[in-house]
């Protein structure tokens, strides 16, 4: 069965250090269940940290806490940054955004281990259908 998710993190004030993070996961139209996770973020201090954690903590929920019947998941993120570096496609340009990068691409390296895992863009309208915000 597989699973869609979406992911967002961002900066809510401009400031640094006032960061948050979000995620969904729909397991299936037959099985209503569906997680939010709205976290704050005390240690990012731009948006693209943020877009990178809330990743991060997306595949972490996965990889630790999916139940047995998730065997596939489609991750959806509206950060053309992170989608585009996590599946090689571009390559890190900022040393700020590297711890980020090799924290999420560590756990997606895992979770492929025993999962099929797909990373798409969406437009932001999409997210925030989803997310709420």
């Given amino acids: 069965m597989e699973a869609v998710c979406y992911c967002d993190g961002g900066n809510t004030l401009g400031k640094k250090f006032s960061g948050y993070c979000s995620y969904r996961i729909e397991f299936s139209e037959h099985i209503p269940t569906v997680l939010n996770s709205r976290i704050p973020l005390f240690h990012v201090a731009t948006n693209n940290e943020a877009e990178y954690e809330a990743m991060y903590l997306l595949l972490v929920h996965l990889y630790y806490f999916t139940p047995e019947f998730a065997d596939s998941f489609v991750v959806y993120s509206d950060s053309q940054l992170v989608v585009k570096t996590i599946t090689d496609e571009w390559v890190i340009r900022k ?7 090799i924290k999420a691409k560590g756990v997606l390296s895992k979770l492929r281990e025993t999962h099929n895992i797909e990373i798409k863009w969406v437009p932001r309208k999409i997210i925030v259908k989803k997310l709420g915000h």
């Fill in 95 to 101: 040393d700020t955004l590297l711890p980020y990068y």
